[in-house]
Structures are given as C-alpha cells and as structure tokens.
C-alpha cells in the first residue's frame, strides 16, 4: 500500500479517537447510579432500560433519562408503579438538576442529597420512605422546588426541618404535606425571601407563627390540620403577607380576633380559619 494511503488511515484512525473522547459515552459513574437503581426495583422492566447497553446518555437515551453530553441531569419517572428503594450512592449523580419520581411505591430511606448543587427540581412525593437523613439538604445551593408529601418519614419520632435548608436562597416551593414534621415552624423560613409557597399541613407543627414570617411574600399558605397540640397564638401576622392568595389554617388552635384587615389582603381567593379558636367575622374577600 502507498505510503500517502498509510497516512490517510492512520489521519482517519486519530481523527475517530477524538471522536469517541467528543462523544464520550455516560458517565461511569452515572450509569452505576442508575444500574443500582434498577437492580434495587422488583419490577423494573417498567423503566424499560435495556439490559444489554450501559450508555443511558445514548444515544438512544435511555427512557425517562435526560443527559448533558455524558452527564445524567433528569431523572422523570413518576406514577410508574415502581417498587424498590433508592441507591444510597444517589448523590452520586452530580450534575442532577431535575428529579421526577413522585407517585410511585418507593420505600426505605431516603438517600442522602448531600452536595446536589446543580439540583433545582426534586419531587419524590406520593411515596413510601419512611425516613430522611440529617445530612438530606446539605449544599443545596440551586434548590428551587421540593416535594416530599405523604411520605412517613421517621414514624415513631417525627422529624424536624434542618437549618441547611437555608442555604437554598433560590427556593420557591417547599411542600411537606403529611410526611411527620414536628416541632415549631423552622424561624429560618421567614428570612428565604425567595419563597412563595410554603405547604406544611397535616404533620405535629406546634407553637405560634414565628415573627421572622412578617412581610414574607408567600401566595400560598397551607398549615391547616396539625395533629397533636397544634398551631396556636394571633393570626395578626398573616395581614403583612401582602401577596397571599390561597390561606389553609383550619385544624388548629389560633386563638384571638380574626384580623378584619386580612379581607383587604388585594390577591386572596381563599382562606380557611374554621375549627381553630378565633372570634369575629370571617373575612370577605
């Protein structure tokens, strides 16, 4: 063979080695992540991941799997039925911005998301975890949307609302529905400014609305029906969340005269104070 055809081939044979560096395949240790999440289901064929091919960035990308070149950044899998727990290694998967499993029969602990930065979006709601590590909302930093409702975490005990939290400047939507929180209302919520709904009802909350609250641009407001002792104390702070616009407080223990100013709030559509210990007229709105 000519020695300029030798040249041609070894040109081409470089060429494809940086090819296959350009379009590299999934990150190792993505697709360990995943792989263990499969493993860990009892009917995964529901994902439809292929048994035979260790490259979820594909391409094809694998089913309910969205990528970044070879990084996985979504995961959205919800109301699938699927049965299992999750890997504890899950924060392994570190260019995660989007989760999506909520409606499913997952149980166990819930994994560790510790240093999920790029993490903006996580909806495990409608699950079955039945607990949370401390160290679950460590290094959060781009964390705007989390849903863990009708989930029993730590059953016999309850849990409290960790102070890493705070550290998630950017949230907007925390709903914690029916997932065993206990304690006071964390005061550190009333200084994330960036928050516009907060849904904490039907857990053990106790005590009264923390002042730090006052002024909070929240729209929606949901803390009606805590077990146990309840919320208590004055409503009067709920008439300096100007922007409020759906107001859940029934099943409590507030106490006091119902503001008359709260019906001038200008965006309220609802708001239900039954079944605590108010006097006065209720709000028209």
Known sequence: ?????????????????????????????????????????????????????????????????????????????KNLGLIG?????????????????????????????????????????YNQFDSIPADFFVGLDSLQVLSLDKNPLNGSTGWMLPSDLANSAQLMNLSLVDCNLAGPLPDFLGNMRSLTHLKLSYNNLTGEIPASYEGLPLQTLWLNNQEGLGLSGSLKIITSMTMLNDVWLHGNQFTGRIPSSIGAVAFLRRIWLNDNQLIGRYPLI
């Open 1 to 77: 063979m000519a020695l300029g055809n030798w040249i041609k081939i070894l040109s081409l044979s470089v060429l494809l080695g940086f090819a296959s560096v350009a379009f590299a395949t999934t990150d190792h240790g993505d697709f360990a992540v995943l792989d263990e999440f499969r493993k860990r289901l009892t009917n995964a064929e529901l994902l439809k991941w292929p048994s035979n091919n260790e490259d979820p960035c594909g391409p094809p990308l694998w089913p309910y799997v969205i990528c970044s070149g070879s990084r996985v950044t979504e995961i959205q899998a």
């Open 85 to 125: 727990t999750l890997p504890p290694g899950f924060n392994d998967l570190s260019m995660l911005a989007n989760i999506g499993l909520q409606g499913n029969n997952l149980t166990g602990a819930l994994p560790s998301f510790k240093g999920l930065s790029n993490l903006q979006y996580a909806f495990l709601d």
